[in-house]
């Protein structure tokens, strides 16, 4: 079975600052995952994915990961952090056929003026 | 393309009723999942259809039906609501390949009282 755990539930940073979020997975075979952010009262919208193509993924707003199979870690990162950027992120991992995502605890990033 | 739409948004029922959320998929997208998330538990799968047939199922009791109409278009019942299932349910379509994105609509907040 696959699972994934966020390390810290909430991150504070400073406009401008690195953001860096945490992400490891657990499973058996090689996996597609994922990162999804959430803002207030609106549903889950896809940062970015890795599907084993490239090992650094580029997603939207800035956003990236780095797939690192030794580790099993797939942390999102940002080089200078927006006041918009405040929001909840998920980290998904999904191995079994069909569409089924398993979620990460949700990190919640606070971003300071 | 229109997104992912979900009806109502908002829901208040009392307990020991039952409810229905209904999910439009994105066009052309086959497969329909539904998460519930919680504060407490956080995002979890409750069920994917896929051309019409569940293709997984999560672990939440009987209460929690669903179904997918010839249009990919999704509905979610649960019977004999409890307060504990007062939460955020999301749907998300895709194509149905486990490489793929899944786009979530906004949600129905539920209300037991």
């Known amino acids: 079975a696959q699972s994934v755990t966020q390390l810290g539930s909430h991150v504070s940073v400073s406009e401008g600052a690195l953001v860096l979020l945490r992400c490891n997975y657990s499973?058996?075979?090689?996996?597609?995952l994922f990162w999804y952010v959430q803002y207030p009262n609106q549903g889950l919208q896809l940062l970015l994915k890795?599907?084993?193509?490239?090992?650094l993924v580029k997603g939207i707003n800035g956003f990236e990961a780095e797939f690192k199979k030794s580790e099993t870690s797939f942390h999102l990162t940002k080089p200078s952090a927006h006041m918009s950027d405040a929001a909840e992120y998920f980290c998904?991992?999904?191995?079994?056929?069909?569409?089924?995502?398993?979620f990460g605890e949700g990190t919640q990033l606070t971003v300071n003026p | 393309k229109a997104g992912v739409t979900q009806t109502p948004r908002y829901l208040i029922k009392t307990r020991g009723q039952q409810v229905t959320l209904s999910c439009s998929p994105i066009s052309g997208h086959r497969s329909v999942s539904w998460y519930q998330q919680t504060p407490g538990q956080g995002l979890q799968f409750l069920f994917e259809y896929f051309s019409e047939t569940q293709r997984n199922k999560g672990n939440f009791p009987g209460r929690f039906s669903g179904r997918q109409f010839s249009n990919s278009r999704s509905e979610m019942n649960v019977s004999t609501l409890e307060l504990g299932d007062s939460a955020l349910y999301l749907c998300a379509s895709s194509l149905g390949d486990p490489s793929g994105e899944q786009y979530f609509g906004p949600g129905t907040r539920l209300t037991v009282t």
């Open positions: 499973s058996s075979v090689p996996p597609y």
């Open positions: 998904a991992v999904r191995t079994t056929s069909g569409s089924r995502l398993t």
């Open positions: 890795y599907t084993s193509a490239a090992t």
